[in-house]
């Protein structure tokens, strides 16, 4: 069992800034990456992010280069994610996974809106 837990969305005007944290805890020891989706009511879940605590290496999706930041923390699985420049397509439910070789772990998901 590896429990997910999200934090920080929140409700934003345009152009806004906002962090998400996301926290592994229990078997975490074969989790290697965390990585950040989103879904938009009507439409697919889709990558938005993701770092690996072996190199640091992070990739993001074309939509949100520049923008938004992932960043790993250190002793722990955890990962925050960096959104300057907010537009009303960055809204949806931001979700975090955690694959450990056997399972692909889901968070219950912090929702972002933005909006004025």
């Known amino acids: 069992q590896v429990p997910l837990v999200e934090s920080g969305g929140d409700l934003v005007q345009p152009g806004g800034t906002l962090t998400l944290s996301c926290a592994a805890s229990g078997s975490t020891s074969d989790i290697y990456t965390l990585s950040w989706y989103r879904q938009a009511p009507g439409k697919e879940r889709e990558f938005v992010a993701i770092?690996?605590?072996?190199?640091?290496?992070?990739r993001y999706a074309d939509s949100v280069k520049g923008r938004f930041t992932i960043s790993r923390g250190h002793g722990e699985k955890t990962a925050t994610l960096q959104m300057t420049g907010l537009k009303g397509e960055d809204s949806g439910v931001y979700y975090c996974?955690?694959?450990?070789?056997?399972?692909?772990?889901w968070g219950q998901g912090t929702q972002v809106t933005v909006s004025s």
């Open positions: 770092v690996s605590f072996t190199n640091g290496f992070t």
């Open positions: 996974k955690a694959p450990d070789g056997h399972t692909e772990w």
